[in-house]
């Protein structure tokens, strides 16, 4: 459940358009995946995007509810969870960069972005554009 708390988390961050520091976006984070559980971490994150709340109160309470571990293990869930944010953030951008060449008429699935290199992009994107101002 742990990874897949990741992904939710970044989504609820989406759907809520709350504005967090980053250091409140790695608790959240840090948060779900170490509970699982989203229905607290949705009501952390409301917490902690109100500009009235005491950051380090509520940080501090929602510790106690995720449990104490070993730094070592600390160090390891948060390895995961950058692994998983990271993979994240590569999906959407790799959506994004096929909307954007599709929109320049190269048309290429997400997967064939995945296998590429980005060496061949460049000439794709190279190509397009010189068949572009051809027709300008």
């Known amino acids: 459940m742990g990874l897949r708390a990741v992904a939710e988390t970044v989504e609820l961050f989406h759907q809520k358009n709350v504005t967090l520091t980053e250091r409140d976006r790695d608790f959240c984070i840090q948060f779900a995946f170490r509970t699982g559980d989203m229905e607290l971490t949705g009501k952390l994150v409301e917490e902690l995007g ?4 005491d ?3 509520v940080c501090q309470r929602y510790e106690t509810l995720a449990g104490f571990r070993p730094g070592w ?9 950058s692994l998983e944010t990271y993979r994240v953030q590569e999906e959407q951008a790799i959506k994004t ?6 929109a320049y008429g190269i048309s290429i699935s997400e997967d064939e972005l995945r296998r590429t ?3 061949q992009m460049q000439e794709w994107v190279r ?4 068949k572009k101002e051809a027709r300008i």
């Open 50 to 53: 109100d500009a009235g709340s």
């Open 97 to 102: 960069l096929s909307e954007l060449l599709s």
């Open 127 to 130: 190509q397009g554009q010189l």
């Open 73 to 81: 293990i600390r160090r390891i869930e948060n390895l995961l969870i």
């Open 117 to 119: 290199e980005v060496a």
């Open 55 to 57: 950051r380090d109160k």
